[in-house]
């Protein structure tokens, strides 16, 4: 198969006066051209620093990217100067982010945000790039793009937003679109609208999306590949349909039952017990153990790692396979 | 299963501390903010413990021994009656320091009450006590004070008594811009569910003004409160030196670098004005440093 | 833009009625009335009750209130005790002298502050950073009458660097740029004293605003978007960064006028604070209610430039 990046034993740490946060913890994961992966985990997983550091946007201090590879386009992102990052920036791989209100700047107008870009990276005079991003604008669906071009950000709606900041993304014809939560601050019947609208645009640029996400009815509509993380770990990671079908770790499991279904008719509604564990305490065998109901001896002591377990998917636990030998 | 229940238990401790004993614990963690801390306590020590210890009395005249340079008995030296400056420094530190805390006392009381009635009462009085702070608020602090120190210099009152005339008009004067503070945050508390709570528990105003309300403010009372005291005392300092407040023979560290009149004085005999100048900045310095790491350990979204 | 300026300076007409009835009030604080200021002692009885007559001291107290609006009003801002000239006269033959000061410390705090906070912000915790941190808070901790009072002591006195007061060598023919070069000499001192206080504070407002924003989401965004960390920094940040600082820029405007009293007065300059101070110490009360009214109305028209530039730098604000 033909892959756009790899991410191999990804570490990024985060050094704060209470101690180490062991954000991203050895991740390793792949994305293949005009595919879409989604990363799955409850807020603090990890999931947003997986993808800040593919664009190495960590801020540092605190955070530092200790060790691993980033292998876009068979270039590792982490050995390029900064300067040849931000040629990749916004240019290969673009990203958006999860508050379409916070994320544009209020004192510049839609035009000149998108403008910039284009203009950065293309090295188009403003005559063209004006005209470019008026396309970019009706492509996302903005009516009225010649106008919007003029707006400031407040003036604009929330869903109206996110639209721009697609627009803003994709306006370089990126390989790799990172979307992290696009649409958790939307109102649903918008977030229905942002995700057909990324569907649609990725059938017609081929672009691959990493789509970061809590919410598994997103994973459903728009996921190939899903990757599932817990505490700076990928626990799990599968085809979309063999995931739904066939979940094996009991994280996923509790994520699938947590989720309403209209079909099935629930007493109440379950919930994973206990909460994400503290990052300055992390037990000392499977971080999941502590919440887990079939939890082992084992797992109290031994960290279980990623095994396949047949049909491409692969798994972190204990229940799974001999993992004594290892 | 022991690992899984310390673990648990450190979670719940973690969980009892409540917010002032984390701000505590960020505060000691900032080392300025403790430098100023322990400056802070060290002046108040030496002013409240200091004239009781020394030899001295700070109205004791001894014209056998005038403006004399630091030596081992007098350290700061004398006066131009012989008295100890180092003494006197020490007692000027009582009423400078009482000053500005006395003069904030009042101020966070009005502004206090002010931004709590205007805020929570929005409307016609909310307009009209903010009309009121406006007024205040557009004259340059300084010439207001003077003119206020000259009326109240016209009565004559006793040199004793002249520091609680200071105290009330730095106090009466500084109140607005707190007023305004707590009004914005009052406004913005109101809107939140606790206080939307008690207003169906049919709480009478009052208690949900000062029961519910102002405690939610406290964090920024005290940091605002703690960076005026370092402000009033600069005021009074000012004032002092001009004339206008504090008034010898009680000493405030303003009156005594009033030494500096006497150009002989302020040439020859700098021990008897540095000292108190540098104990108002160093004070001052020290509140500063407190102040601003109380902000950043109570509400590091709170900006000045 | 006109509409809204139209109905703020409406709007500060209650606050100047509320203005003049805290002055007035003060005022009429004071023991004694103001013929026993104007006249000496010796005077009759008689002179003094036609003057009390003719300055309508026996009126009512509103009364009085009305003839002394009236009169501002009018632009009759009566006469000063002390100087037997108009007050608006003393009053404008002091007030440039402060502001040359006063413009010449705010162009400079200005300038020195925006670079000094951004980079103290992005640099945060570095050793550029610690430095100024203390410096400024040095800075608005330094009582200036003391600082004054030391420079003068080291550079005037004992180095003899710079003149110890005023604004020109006493009976000084100059003119031209040998002036110019005089003033500059005496402005030194002072100059650094009113410039390390102004540019502590607005040095601190300034990085505590960058820091503020660079932590928006936006910046991030342009960071993602590959612009170079000078484009992020100087266009996307410092333009948000800059909004309050200009703000308090537009308010401290009217405070050129306003002179520094105590700075004024260490170094004798010979601006409106000696005078506002000579008034104080002479109950010279004209004067200082003209003062006092100028100002106000300066600090007024301060908050109103302050919310115009507001609303130019921000898109957010519109003006209705």
């Known amino acids: ?326 | 299963m022991q690992t899984v229940r310390s673990v648990e238990a450190k979670i719940r401790e973690e969980k009892i501390l409540g917010p002032w004993q984390l701000a505590w614990i960020r505060l000691k963690r900032n080392k300025l903010a403790m430098l100023g801390l322990y400056i802070l306590i060290f002046m108040v020590l030496l002013s409240v413990f200091g004239p009781m210890i020394s030899p001295y009395n700070m109205e004791t005249l001894d014209l056998s021994n005038i403006s004399a340079p630091p030596s081992l008995s007098h350290p700061l030296g004398t006066d131009e009656v012989g008295r100890d400056v180092l003494t006197r420094v020490m007692y000027a530190g009582r009423i400078s320091l009482s000053v500005g805390i006395v003069a904030v006392l009042i101020s966070v009381l009005i502004g206090s009450i002010v931004g709590a009635i205007s805020g929570y009462y929005g409307g016609i009085i909310d307009a009209v006590l903010m009309r009121i702070v406006d007024i205040f608020m557009c004259f340059p602090f300084l010439p207001l004070l003077l003119m206020v120190a000259a009326v109240m210099s016209d009565y004559k009152i006793h040199p004793n008594y002249r520091i609680y005339v200071v105290m009330f008009i730095i106090g009466i004067l500084s109140w607005p811009g707190l007023s305004r503070i707590i009004r914005g945050q009052i406004l913005s508390l109101r809107e939140q569910e606790f206080i939307q709570a008690a207003e169906a528990l049919g709480l009478r105003d009052r208690r949900k003004i000062f029961r519910h309300l102002l405690p939610n403010t406290f964090s920024s009372i005290i940091v605002s409160a703690t960076l005026e005291v370092a402000g009033a005392i600069l005021t009074e300092s000012a004032l002092s030196y001009l004339g206008l407040g504090v008034t010898p023979p009680t000493p405030s560290w303003g009156n005594m670098v009033n030494a500096v009149t006497d150009a002989y004085v302020f040439q020859f005999y700098p021990w008897r004005w540095v000292p108190p100048g540098i104990c108002i900045f160093i004070t001052v310095m020290a509140i500063n440093l407190l102040g601003d790491g109380l902000r950043d350990a109570l509400d590091p979204k709170l900006k000045h | 833009m006109r509409q809204y300026i139209t109905r703020r300076l409406l709007e500060m007409i209650p606050v100047l009625i509320g203005i003049s009835i805290l002055i007035f009030v003060i005022f009429q604080l004071a023991p004694g009335d103001a013929v026993s200021a104007i006249v000496d002692p010796k005077t009759s009885a008689e002179t003094k009750a036609k003057l009390r007559e003719q300055l309508h001291l026996n009126e009512p107290i509103l009364v009085q209130y009305k003839y002394w609006v009236m009169d501002i009003l009018k632009g009759q801002w009566g006469e000063s005790f002390y100087y037997k000239q108009p007050v608006s006269r003393v009053i404008n033959s002091f007030i440039w002298n402060s502001f040359y000061l006063s413009l010449a410390s705010f162009l400079l705090s200005a300038i020195l502050s925006i670079p000094i906070g951004v980079l103290s912000a992005t640099k945060q915790y570095s050793k550029f950073d610690y430095i100024f941190t203390i410096f400024a808070l040095i800075g608005i901790s330094m009582p200036s009458f003391f600082f004054g009072l030391l420079l003068i002591k080291w550079f005037a006195v004992d180095l003899k660097l710079f003149p110890v007061s005023g604004m020109t060598n006493p009976g000084s023919t100059a003119t031209g740029f040998a002036l110019f070069k005089e003033v500059m000499h005496h402005m030194a001192l002072p100059l650094i004293v009113l410039t390390l206080g102004s540019l502590a504070g607005l040095m601190r407002y300034t990085r505590s605003s960058m820091l503020e924003v660079i932590r928006q989401d936006y910046i991030r965004t342009a960071r993602a978007k590959g612009l170079r960390e000078k484009v992020v920094i100087y266009k996307h940040a410092l333009r948000n960064a800059l909004i309050p600082v200009v703000t308090i820029f537009g308010m401290s405007l009217p405070g050129l006028f306003s002179g520094a009293i105590i700075t004024e007065q260490i170094f004798n300059w010979p601006g409106i604070g000696p005078i506002e101070l000579q008034a104080v110490n002479t109950r010279d009360y004209p004067l200082l209610m003209g003062i006092n009214m100028l100002l106000a109305l300066l600090t007024l028209l301060g908050n109103l430039i302050a919310d115009v530039t507001y609303a130019l730098v921000d898109p957010r604000i519109r003006l209705k």
């Open chain 1, 1 to 326: 198969m033909d892959e756009l990046l790899i991410i191999k034993n990804l570490k990024t740490y985060f050094y704060t006066d209470e101690g180490v946060v062991k954000a991203v913890d050895d991740v390793s994961l792949r994305i293949n051209r005009g595919q879409t992966l989604c990363i799955v985990g409850e807020s603090g997983c990890g999931k947003s620093i997986t993808a800040m550091s593919i664009l190495r946007l960590i801020p540092d201090p605190p955070g530092k990217i200790e060790g691993g590879e980033i292998i876009f386009e068979g270039k590792d992102l982490l050995k390029l100067s900064d300067d040849e990052v931000r040629e990749i920036r916004g240019n290969k791989i673009s990203m958006i982010f999860q508050e379409p209100m916070t994320s544009l700047n209020p004192v510049f107008t839609i035009g000149n945000q998108i403008i910039e870009a284009i203009m950065l990276h293309q090295k188009l005079d403003k005559k063209e790039a004006t005209k470019k991003s008026v396309e970019a604008l009706k492509l996302v669906g903005i009516p009225r793009a010649e106008e919007i071009i003029n707006a400031y950000p407040h003036e604009l709606s929330g869903g109206m937003r996110q639209r721009a900041m697609i627009a803003m993304a994709m306006v370089c014809n990126p390989t790799l679109l990172i979307a992290d939560e696009p649409t958790t601050a939307l109102d649903v019947t918008i977030q229905a609208q942002i995700l057909d609208l990324m569907r649609k645009l990725k059938e017609e640029t081929k672009t691959s999306i990493m789509l970061i996400t809590h919410d598994l009815g997103v994973v459903a509509e728009m996921a190939e590949y899903v990757t599932v993380m817990y505490a700076g770990k990928v626990v799990e990671e599968a085809d979309v349909i063999e995931l739904f079908k066939n979940p094996k770790h009991p994280y996923t499991l509790g994520l699938l039952e947590s989720k309403p279904q209209i079909h099935i008719d629930k007493e109440k509604l379950y919930s994973i017990p206990g909460q994400v564990p503290n990052p300055f305490n992390l037990p000392k065998g499977c971080y999941f153990f502590p919440r887990c109901e079939r939890a082992m001896e084992i797992c109290k002591e031994v960290m279980p790692t990623l095994k396949e377990v047949g049909n491409g998917h692969k798994v972190a636990c204990h229940l799974y396979g001999g993992d004594n030998n290892e």
